[in-house]
């Protein structure tokens, strides 16, 4: 049994690596340096302002890190054109940003930002917004499944 | 002497790493001399309630949780098969309470004899019109295609929805893959009829698998989507289109240069960046093509056929409808200021109507207004839904008004407002015979037939 143990450890040791590193050519990287040639008008204020769809386009696999673009802008003051999620409730804190107002059911973890709103309270609006506030990009688990990739803190929703 | 590749160290590692939990698993199964019944039992207590945990995350989890809660069951392999079709009933109806994201999952159990019975029970959800997820029955169907299967998922290739024709097409490419002769010659057919296809996403798909099978030209079509700049009422297809194509293209170590999806196709740089493409794109393909058999060269050198082509944005339109059903599929029209009935999106459809029919279909919009005061969606979320776009009744607002109805899979009897169903049935009316369309084209066949079938299967029957 010790042996069995040895030997199952040492490949486990021998192996991570050659798991972790993913030597493949991130997509997300590569669309953001396409991404980051285009003009940044920005806002209205200072924030960067992000494409959803190129949040959307990032090779997301659970557990490797994602492209530094997007870990560069964790913390930093964006802004992010989109769509509530159909079935926003009214009154809530947080709703979920999407590309398409009707993501029907399909909810990929890259392809929704999760916004708070601090001081404001959801009220569905169904066209196109654009949110400013700060952002963060990282795996958010609860219970051992990861519910959220990116998220947004702003104030409150436009008028 | 020819050396056979060996492979690596790290892959022996790997192999290793992978066996430890089959290993650990093996030890744990196999109780000791002095293990007590209490011991044997255990596992078994602690797994069944770990299946029925991931259960009750797949059934009633949220949006993002319940495909990570189906993937874990699949995980779980026959013991977790085995309570899945216990809890699935015996009819598509029961089936359907189970959710889009279980129902996949059903394809995805291999080798085993409870992961066989769920497979089997997709073929029967696939053939009923009326099951809500016929998706993801098909995308579940796809993931171990039979060769016994190869006809039917054919019949699948002209399905009213468009994931459906899609989880076709990637089955018969699995089906045919290393076929020759006739096998062969029959999937090109196939896949090059699809990439005609009326939805963007399947014409990618055609093309990507194409190109996989030695078409190098069959990239020109997604340089063609690396081109578009439509929009349907604020929802930039064209962007999304363009993102999804380069995406691909990157995927396959395809150097796109300067190219930029972000700013639109007609900046001196993206009209550069895709015209080198192309450049290389046929260069290599015509070297490619010199591989291939001589009875398939040259089937896709002339590109896109208009369907799939690049086209202006639509400037003028002023009433928007937008159904999504998961059972009768999508539909996108519009209704412009100078009378033309626009249907799809990219490349659409623009069908010319009797003067004076967009103004009296704007006049009852904004009569549809005033009883609705100022609520703008009704029902909850679901795949299905009918999005309206209207010119507003305060003329000062430019921005059309947006109203939603949305529904699950479940009935919803009065979600759709009255004068909203006498509103959809005016734009139903002012859409032109079947006489008066190309029945050549899959977006006009039986336009107005199936407008009325998508309303009634999300808001119910519009009043004619």
């Not at chain 2, 089997?120 to 959800?125: D, I, K, N, S, V």
């Not at chain 2, 001196?268 to 001589?294: F, I």
């Not at chain 2, 207004?369 to 703008?376: F, G, R, S, Y």
Request: proline share 7%; net charge neutral; with cysteine.
């Amino acid at each position: 049994m010790p042996l069995y143990i040895l030997i199952v450890l040492l490949g486990g040791i021998l192996a991570a690596p050659s798991l972790l590193m993913d030597t493949t050519k991130s997509v997300g990287e590569m669309a953001l340096k396409a991404y980051e040639r285009g003009p940044k008008p920005g806002g209205g204020g200072d924030a960067i302002e992000v494409s959803i769809l190129a949040l959307k386009n990032v090779n997301y696999r659970r557990g490797r890190a994602l492209p530094k673009w997007v870990q560069e802008l964790d913390g930093k003051r964006v802004s992010l054109w989109g769509y509530m999620a159909i079935g926003t409730l009214e009154g809530r804190e947080s709703f979920e940003l999407v590309p398409e107002s009707c993501e029907c059911g399909r909810s990929k973890i890259n392809h929704f930002v999760d916004v708070t709103l601090t001081k404001g309270r959801t009220k569905y609006i169904p066209g196109r917004i654009t949110l400013e506030g700060v952002f963060h990009a990282s795996e958010e688990e609860t219970d051992g499944f990861i519910t959220s990739l990116y998220r947004l803190r702003t104030p409150e929703l436009p008028r | 002497m020819e050396r056979l590749p060996r492979p690596g160290f790290g892959r022996y590692a790997t192999l290793a790493l992978i066996a430890l939990p089959l290993l650990t698993g093996a030890a744990h199964a196999t109780p000791g001399p002095n293990a007590s019944p209490q011991a044997t039992e255990a596992p078994d207590a602690e797994l069944q309630k770990k299946i029925d945990t991931f259960l009750g995350h797949a059934r009633r989890g949220s949006a993002v949780i319940r495909p990570q809660a189906a993937d874990r069951l699949v995980g779980l392999g026959e013991p977790a098969a085995r309570r899945i079709l216990e809890v699935a009933g015996e009819t598509n109806e029961q089936l359907a309470l189970l959710g889009t994201n279980l129902v996949e999952a059903f394809g995805a159990f291999e080798n085993s004899e409870s992961g066989t019975k769920l497979r089997q029970r997709l073929w029967p959800a696939l053939e009923d019109s009326e099951f809500p997820w016929r998706p993801a029955a098909a995308r579940g169907l796809s993931l171990h295609p039979q060769p016994s299967e190869k006809e039917l998922f054919v019949r699948y290739l002209e399905d009213p929805i468009a994931p459906v024709r899609l989880a076709a097409l990637d089955a018969l490419y699995t089906l045919t893959e290393g076929a020759e002769g006739a096998a062969r010659q029959s999937y090109l057919q196939h896949a090059v009829a699809r990439l005609s296809d009326e939805n963007d996403i399947v014409r990618r798909e055609a093309a990507l698998q194409l190109h996989a099978r030695g078409h190098g030209y069959a990239l020109l079509w997604l340089l063609e989507d690396m081109r578009r700049d439509d929009a349907f009422f604020g929802v930039p297809f064209g962007k999304m289109a363009r993102y999804d194509a380069m995406r691909a293209l990157m995927d396959r170590g395809i150097d796109l240069g300067e190219y930029n999806p972000e700013l639109p196709p007609d900046t001196n740089l993206n009209r550069a960046g895709v015209a080198a493409l192309e450049k290389r794109v046929r260069e290599a393909a015509a070297k490619s093509e010199a591989q291939l058999p001589e009875s398939e060269r040259g089937l896709l050198v002339d590109g896109p056929a208009p369907i799939a082509q690049a086209a202006p944005p639509i400037q003028n339109a002023v009433i928007g409808l937008q159904l999504k059903s998961c059972r009768r599929g999508d539909y996108y029209l519009r209704w412009t200021a100078d009378d033309v009935l626009v249907v799809g999106y990219g490349n659409p459809v623009r069908i010319q109507l009797a003067t004076g029919t967009t103004d009296a279909l704007v006049k009852a919009g904004k009569e549809a207004q005033a009883p609705l005061e100022d609520q703008v969606f009704w029902g909850r979320a679901g795949c299905d839904m009918e999005g309206y776009f209207l010119p507003r009744q305060d003329a000062s607002n430019p921005s059309p008004l947006n109203l939603i109805l949305a529904k699950n899979e479940e009935p919803m009897e009065g979600l759709r407002p009255a004068v909203l169903s006498e509103f959809g049935a005016k734009l139903c009316a002012s859409i032109p015979s079947d006489q008066e369309l190309s029945q050549s084209d899959p977006r006009t066949r039986e336009l107005a037939k199936r407008v009325r079938a998508a309303f009634a299967s999300i808001g119910g029957p519009v009043v004619h």
